[in-house]
């Protein structure tokens, strides 16, 4: 089983609509939870980050994480075409010293104007 | 400021051969990560330096992978004998301190035929 489980997708939505993107993970001692966007061709970028159960809101977007589940969301409203790309949830703790990552494997998101 | 560099941005090799990437991490962070991201299969995990030393070099696939880091800033990741699955895009990722967000590159991708 792998650490951290995400639907490749892809996903294809309208212009406007509500996206909404999900992980699992199955170690407990995860504490940091991170989504990042990835447009082809380029390195990820980080999105939002958070350490803590609950919602935390960024403009356009909302993470949401669920301890008690192991289950994290990233929301995006009014979606937009620029929106395209990659997003990688990434989870992490403190082990040996440094936050090591683990990330999921991508979901591709396709936006259509 | 100015973000991670890598070169080359691509690189084709033929089997058997060795290669060198290079990461140019933000100026002022001490820490550096590499990945490898492969189709299906996410980031990664490769290798992890603190300044020049690697404490962690756990997810470094076999013997033929090698890297290292110079005055705390340049790293070179080093691919001998190339084979073909050792295809991907190879990242690199800085941060200011080894808990702190990671910052990624465009990174590398490598081609070997």
């Known amino acids: 089983q792998k650490e951290v489980e995400q639907d490749p997708g892809p996903l294809s939505v309208p212009e406007g609509a509500i996206v909404s993107l999900n992980c699992t993970y199955s170690?407990?001692?995860?504490?940091?939870f991170m989504w990042y966007r990835q447009y082809s061709r380029k390195g990820p970028e980080l999105l939002m980050y958070?350490?803590?159960?609950g919602n935390k809101e960024d403009g356009r977007f909302t993470a949401q994480v669920d301890k008690s589940s192991k289950y994290i969301s990233l929301f995006i409203r009014d979606s937009q075409p620029s929106d395209s790309a990659t997003y990688l949830c990434?989870?992490?703790?403190?082990?040996?010293?440094?936050?090591?990552?683990?990330f999921g494997i991508g979901t591709k998101l396709q936006v259509i104007p | 400021g100015a973000g991670v560099s890598q070169s080359p941005s691509n690189k084709v090799t033929e089997k058997g051969k060795d290669v060198e990437l290079r990461c140019d991490p933000i100026?002022?962070?001490?820490?550096l990560y590499w990945y490898r991201q492969s189709l299906g299969q996410g980031l990664e995990f490769l290798i992890y330096?603190?300044?020049?030393?690697?404490?962690?070099k756990s997810g470094l696939p076999s013997d033929r992978f090698s890297a290292e880091r110079t005055g705390g800033s340049v790293s070179t990741l080093t691919i001998q004998r190339t084979q073909q699955e050792d295809s991907a895009v190879y990242l690199c990722?800085?941060?200011?301190?080894?808990?702190?967000?990671?910052?990624f590159g465009p990174g590398t991708r490598l081609t070997v035929l």
């Open positions: 990722a800085s941060s200011l301190a080894i808990t702190d967000t990671q910052y």
């Open positions: 170690n407990s001692a995860f504490q940091y």
């Open positions: 958070t350490y803590s159960s």
């Open positions: 990434a989870v992490s703790t403190l082990s040996g010293g440094y936050q090591k990552v683990t």
């Open positions: 100026s002022g962070h001490t820490a």
């Open positions: 330096f603190q300044g020049n030393s690697a404490p962690d």
